[in-house]
T-cell receptor, first 114, second 121 residues
């Protein structure tokens, strides 16, 4: 089974703290994604990566950065957490193939910034 | 740009009955894929079913079927014989396929806002 894991299910941080959310996949997928999910807004893409050290901005990259030093690991960084970044964060991965369609998701990290 | 619209914020269905969750989409891409995901209260996103824009037949996976009407740009999910465990959020999503662009942006999924399904015993 494809497995995507995220470092924490629940996280509470203070405003201004630097926050790291880690995602690891064990299927050698080339592409990895970070989404943010808010009630009534669905999932919105923050950043994605198509290779080690390669990244592209998604729809809402402001206030976030990412790091991909190894193929299996994709980190989302909140440089200075703010209360409006309180949300559910979902990581996903998919193979680099036009014939493989679904994205596999991690369990999510519910982040609260106080 | 792609857009997914789910017009039903919440739905109720009696156990053992069928239910249809609506999804309409908008895209200028000639080739695209449509997905449905289920998200229980535990939070994980579970892939349910996929339909390619050039697939001749509607996709089916067990109790799930996708009612694909290309001309109307709709991709409704039909769940037959609802079970209590079907209570969850359901998201429709799409991505482009077979484009010249080889970057990961071509694998990006665009999601709708979701429909919360509640199954009543």
């Amino acid at each position: 089974d494809v497995k995507v894991t995220q470092s924490s299910r629940y996280l509470v941080k203070r405003t201004g703290e630097k926050v790291f959310l880690e995602c690891v996949q064990d299927m050698d997928h080339e592409n990895m994604f970070w989404y943010r999910q808010d009630p009534g807004l669905g999932l919105r893409l923050i950043y994605f990566s198509y290779d080690v050290k390669m990244k592209e901005k998604g729809d809402i990259p402001e206030g976030y950065s990412v790091s991909r030093e190894k193929k299996e690991r994709f980190s989302l960084i909140l440089e200075s957490a703010s209360t409006n970044q309180t949300s559910m964060y979902l990581c996903a991965s998919t193979r680099d193939s036009k014939l493989t369609y679904e994205q596999y998701f991690g369990p999510g990290t519910r982040l609260t910034v106080t | 740009a792609q857009k997914i619209t789910q017009t039903q914020p919440g739905m109720f269905v009696q156990e053992k009955e069928a239910v249809t969750l609506d999804c309409t989409y908008d895209t200028s891409d000639p080739s695209y894929g449509l997905f449905w995901y289920k998200q229980p209260s535990s939070g994980e996103m579970i892939f349910l079913i996929y339909q390619g824009s050039y697939d001749q037949q509607n996709a089916t996976e067990g109790r799930y079927s996708l009612n694909f009407q290309k001309a109307r740009k709709s991709a409704n999910l039909v769940i037959s014989a609802s079970q209590l465990g079907d209570s969850a959020m359901y998201f429709c999503a799409m991505r482009e396929l077979f484009t010249p662009y080889s970057g990961a942006g071509s694998y990006q999924l665009t999601f709708g806002k979701g429909t919360k399904l509640s199954v009543i015993p």
